[in-house]
């Protein structure tokens, strides 16, 4: 529904990439999984898909970009 955009953050989040705020990174990224990594990006397209049309929850680790171009690893958890 949202295409991709952050619609929250909270803190913890944005401090993680290295961002001062919420506003900051949403402000800053148009498309959420333009902080995945680009190797791993179509796999989490694809688990959010799955999650969303299985109606299931996807807890898979990814590693997202922060703020200075460096990574983290995180695990994500969706559900539709």
Do not use: M, W
């Amino acid at each position: 529904e949202g295409g991709g955009r952050i619609a929250y953050c909270n803190l913890r989040f944005a401090r993680l990439l290295d961002y001062a705020s919420p506003a900051e990174i949403i402000a800053a990224t148009a498309n959420a999984f333009d902080l995945i990594v680009l190797e791993e990006r179509q796999e989490a397209v694809e688990a959010v898909r799955t999650a969303i049309a299985t109606g299931g929850v996807s807890h898979l680790p990814f590693h997202l970009l922060k703020r200075d171009g460096s990574q983290c690893l995180v695990e994500i958890s969706c559900s539709p």
